[in-house]
């Protein structure tokens, strides 16, 4: 007897279906996508409960006619492709028929459509189990179709589901995408009753932009159009210095279709060049305009994927764009001369207040303040002595002296270590030297001693003094038992996370209170993120309150030494952290958000006086774990002295 059978119709169905529906913002792209299809020139959208309970999606399109309004809910029923020609040349956001008979096999579903022509209309329900049931009706022209209980018959696929704070994220993203790629349609999203987002419609995709992403986000935006041959490139790229620390900001759209292409995030790192900062992202908003016959849309389920027909040509032309934004000039309103040009950004400058307030400023000194640290005992006490002999130094700092080894003038030494250091409990063979520059007569030993790097797990023995550091970024510190190198960085990170979570846990978060609240802009993404979690900021130290819209204004920050960057920046790198990690935003746990807000740390290449760097080893050696950063790097590796006699040939 047969063991194969063919499965039944509506089994099929709904196996098909998860491939086009993963989960309710699924829904909401699909139905919006048809709307946008349909001619819509307003869009609304209610969600409750995340989508769990209903999804209703409203349009003032062209609307259906009876016959059409069954044909529609039919496998592969559609009108935007009538023969496999049409494929070479598919112009709509939907094409394959897939989405209504998907949504339709795993919910409770209802359609009510009106034509404008026509005096009447027809309402369509269709329950879990297949039924169908039709009725005249009478309503406005267009289409409203309600999904209620969703995922109801597929249990398996339901309980996979995220929280509603994580779901309602997906959601938003998936209506700002489309609103973005279309300012000429007005959408309005409800969720719970709330409205989340209304943008009306207008020609100018700056404003639409700064509905949905705040005034900050595109005063730093440089707007351009590019065009080469058939291929049309608009939108905006950041004015170097303005980065994110993922790439969720850099949105393309071709032909008014929200993808993902790694040829065109390729032209924009290369348009970039040298203007990207290592392990930042610019924000992009792309709008390519191509031949519908040089791409194929027909890749992925869900269509967020394409593939080009010439991947170089479009990197090559997207490259060209960046560049050429990136040459303007921007020119700024000259400052206001009196009371009267005074312009209605929300903001004044800061020199106006501080003179009406009869207060003597001057702007801090560029250069990285010593880190606060705690009286403590000394360290000589805590470690072993050791022998007396004459102090030899291989490596300078301009403050120590000099040993008696060294020239007193020494040239410029630039040394390169290893760009991915091995886990501390790791291991596995060294990573390759990338570059050494050595402009010394010592070259030949200096050479030896950064080829013989093998970083090993720390050993515990504390480093008792520093004697330097390498591009600073790598504290070098002499222990009994070898090398110690320090990443300043990752240290810092531990020092903070530890500090703050101190604080959160005693119910003492010291704040530093700002003379002048910050005047921010946010997305709204970020503005629900602090609004969900207002409590736990406020217990970490952070004092933020809205300000109406996307704006909203800082009073205090924790109390950590972060003068090397802007508030703004060190807030807007910590919430886009929070968003990135997926977590329910009314579920995160203060070690995350502490965590997050390690971006005020020192960075790489901050120059940090001795005292400093003497602080900063001090303020480790008393944390729980101070030898990993709260995101589970090392912050400091060893080259024990067996391993330097070794490599040296001495045993």
Same mark, same amino acid.
């Given at each position: 007897?047969?063991?194969?059978?063919?499965?039944?119709?509506?089994?099929?169905? $709904?196996?098909?279906?998860?491939?086009?529906?993963?989960?309710?913002?699924?829904?909401?792209?699909?139905?919006?996508?048809?709307?946008?299809?349909?001619?819509?020139?307003?869009?609304?959208?209610?969600?409750?409960?995340?989508?769990?309970?209903?999804?209703?999606?409203?349009?003032?399109?062209?609307?259906?006619?009876?016959?059409?309004?069954?044909?529609?809910?039919?496998?592969?029923?559609?009108?935007?492709?009538?023969?496999?020609?049409?494929?070479?040349?598919?112009?709509?956001?939907?094409?394959?028929?897939?989405?209504?008979?998907?949504?339709?096999?795993?919910?409770?579903?209802?359609?009510?459509?009106?034509?404008?022509?026509?005096?009447?209309?027809?309402?369509?329900?269709?329950?879990?189990?297949?039924?169908?049931?039709?009725?005249?009706?009478?309503?406005?022209? /267009?289409?409203?179709?309600?999904?209620?209980?969703?995922?109801?018959?597929?249990?398996?696929?339901?309980?996979?589901?995220?929280?509603?704070?994580?779901? %309602?994220?997906?959601?938003?993203?998936?209506?700002?995408?489309?609103?973005?790629?279309?300012?000429?349609?007005?959408?309005?999203?409800?969720?719970?009753?709330?409205?989340?987002?209304?943008?009306?419609?207008?020609?100018?995709?700056?404003?639409?932009?700064?509905?949905?992403?705040?005034?900050?986000?595109?005063?730093?935006?440089?707007?351009?159009?590019?065009?080469?041959?058939?291929?049309?490139?608009?939108?905006?790229?950041?004015?170097?210095?303005?980065?994110?620390?993922?790439?969720?900001?850099? $949105?393309?759209?071709?032909?008014?279709?929200?993808?993902?292409?790694?040829?065109?995030?390729? *032209?924009?790192?290369?348009?970039?060049?040298?203007?990207?900062? #290592?392990?930042?992202?610019?924000?992009?908003?792309?709008?390519? %305009?191509?031949?519908?016959?040089?791409?194929?849309?027909?890749?992925?389920?869900?269509? $967020?994927?394409?593939?080009?027909?010439?991947?170089?040509?479009?990197?090559?032309?997207?490259?060209?764009?960046?560049?050429?934004?990136?040459?303007?000039?921007?020119?700024? %309103?000259?400052?206001?001369?009196?009371?009267?040009?005074?312009?209605?950004?929300?903001?004044?400058?800061?020199?106006?207040?501080?003179?009406?307030?009869?207060?003597?400023?001057?702007?801090?000194? +560029?250069?990285?303040?010593?880190? #606060?640290?705690?009286?403590?005992?000394?360290?000589?006490?805590?470690?072993?002595?050791?022998?007396?002999?004459?102090?030899?130094?291989?490596?300078?700092?301009?403050?120590?002296?000099?040993?008696?080894?060294?020239?007193?003038?020494?040239?410029?030494?630039?040394?390169?270590?290893?760009? %991915?250091?091995?886990?501390?409990?790791?291991?596995?063979?060294?990573?390759?030297? &990338?570059?050494?520059?050595?402009?010394?007569?010592?070259?030949?030993?200096?050479?030896?001693?950064?080829?013989?790097?093998?970083?090993?797990?720390? +050993?515990?023995? !504390?480093?008792?003094?520093?004697?330097?550091?390498?591009?600073?970024?790598?504290?070098?510190?002499?222990?009994?038992? *070898?090398?110690?190198?320090?990443?300043?960085?990752?240290?810092?990170?531990?020092?903070?996370?530890?500090?703050?979570?101190?604080?959160?846990?005693? /119910?003492?978060?010291?704040? &530093?209170?700002?003379?002048?609240?910050?005047?921010?802009?946010?997305?709204?993404?970020?503005?629900?993120?602090?609004? /969900?979690?207002?409590?736990?900021?406020?217990?970490?130290?952070?004092?933020?309150?809205?300000?109406?819209?996307?704006?909203?204004?800082?009073?205090?920050? #924790?109390?950590?030494?972060?003068?090397? &960057?802007?508030?703004?920046? !060190?807030?807007?790198?910590?919430?886009?952290?929070?968003?990135? +990690?997926?977590?329910?935003?009314?579920?995160?746990?203060?070690?995350?958000?502490?965590?997050?807000?390690?971006?005020?740390?020192?960075?790489?290449?901050?120059?940090?006086?001795?005292?400093?760097?003497?602080?900063?080893?001090? &303020?480790?050696?008393?944390?729980?774990?101070?030898?990993?950063?709260?995101?589970?790097?090392?912050?400091?590796?060893?080259?024990?002295?067996?391993?330097?006699?070794?490599?040296?040939? $001495?045993?």
């Amino acid at each position: 007897m047969s063991r194969i059978k063919v499965m039944n119709q509506l089994l099929a169905s $709904r196996i098909a279906a998860g491939e086009v529906i993963e989960r309710p913002a699924s829904v909401v792209k699909e139905l919006v996508e048809n709307s946008i299809d349909a001619g819509a020139s307003e869009i609304t959208v209610e969600v409750e409960r995340a989508g769990s309970r209903l999804i209703a999606v409203t349009d003032n399109g062209c609307g259906m006619d009876d016959e059409d309004a069954l044909l529609a809910l039919q496998q592969h029923g559609t009108s935007k492709l009538l023969n496999e020609t049409d494929l070479d040349h598919i112009m709509t956001l939907g094409f394959r028929g897939e989405a209504l008979p998907s949504i339709v096999s795993v919910s409770q579903f209802t359609l009510t459509t009106r034509q404008p022509e026509n005096p009447g209309g027809i309402r369509v329900e269709c329950d879990e189990h297949g039924s169908i049931s039709t009725r005249p009706h009478g309503g406005a022209p /267009g289409t409203r179709i309600e999904v209620r209980n969703l995922f109801c018959n597929l249990p398996a696929r339901k309980k996979f589901l995220k929280s509603a704070a994580t779901e %309602e994220h997906h959601i938003e993203e998936i209506f700002a995408m489309m609103a973005i790629a279309h300012p000429e349609i007005s959408f309005r999203l409800l969720l719970d009753g709330r409205t989340a987002l209304f943008t009306p419609k207008t020609e100018r995709t700056d404003f639409r932009l700064r509905e949905i992403f705040g005034k900050t986000f595109v005063d730093n935006m440089l707007f351009f159009e590019h065009t080469e041959g058939d291929l049309h490139i608009s939108g905006c790229v950041a004015a170097p210095g303005f980065t994110r620390p993922s790439r969720r900001d850099q $949105r393309v759209f071709i032909n008014s279709r929200p993808v993902e292409a790694q040829a065109v995030y390729r *032209g924009i790192k290369e348009g970039y060049s040298t203007l990207a900062e #290592p392990g930042r992202y610019n924000p992009v908003v792309m709008f390519l %305009e191509m031949p519908p016959g040089d791409l194929d849309v027909n890749v992925h389920p869900a269509k $967020r994927e394409v593939r080009f027909k010439a991947e170089y040509v479009i990197s090559r032309a997207v490259s060209a764009a960046v560049s050429a934004a990136l040459r303007q000039t921007r020119t700024r %309103e000259n400052p206001p001369q009196n009371d009267a040009m005074l312009t209605l950004s929300g903001k004044l400058p800061l020199s106006m207040v501080l003179d009406s307030a009869a207060i003597s400023y001057s702007p801090e000194s +560029s250069v990285q303040p010593e880190l #606060p640290v705690e009286p403590v005992q000394s360290i000589a006490d805590v470690v072993l002595p050791l022998p007396e002999k004459p102090e030899k130094t291989l490596f300078s700092h301009p403050g120590l002296p000099p040993s008696p080894e060294v020239p007193e003038k020494i040239p410029e030494k630039s040394i390169f270590l290893p760009t %991915e250091i091995p886990a501390v409990t790791g291991s596995g063979k060294p990573p390759a030297i &990338q570059k050494e520059t050595v402009a010394t007569p010592e070259k030949s030993v200096v050479s030896c001693l950064v080829k013989a790097v093998v970083p090993a797990a720390f +050993s515990g023995i !504390w480093p008792h003094r520093i004697i330097g550091v390498i591009d600073h970024t790598y504290i070098l510190a002499e222990s009994t038992c *070898g090398l110690v190198l320090i990443d300043q960085h990752a240290a810092h990170e531990r020092i903070m996370f530890e500090k703050i979570l101190d604080q959160y846990s005693n /119910g003492s978060a010291e704040r &530093q209170q700002l003379l002048i609240p910050e005047t921010l802009d946010l997305s709204r993404s970020m503005i629900k993120l602090l609004d /969900g979690n207002r409590e736990l900021f406020e217990k970490l130290g952070f004092e933020v309150e809205s300000a109406g819209g996307t704006t909203v204004l800082v009073n205090s920050i #924790p109390l950590t030494p972060c003068s090397h &960057q802007s508030v703004e920046k !060190w807030l807007h790198d910590m919430l886009n952290e929070l968003l990135d +990690s997926g977590i329910p935003a009314s579920a995160i746990p203060p070690e995350t958000i502490a965590r997050a807000a390690c971006k005020a740390a020192v960075k790489a290449h901050d120059e940090l006086p001795l005292s400093a760097m003497e602080s900063l080893l001090e &303020q480790l050696k008393n944390c729980r774990q101070g030898t990993l950063c709260p995101h589970g790097r090392p912050t400091m590796i060893e080259v024990s002295l067996r391993e330097l006699e070794r490599r040296f040939g $001495r045993k």
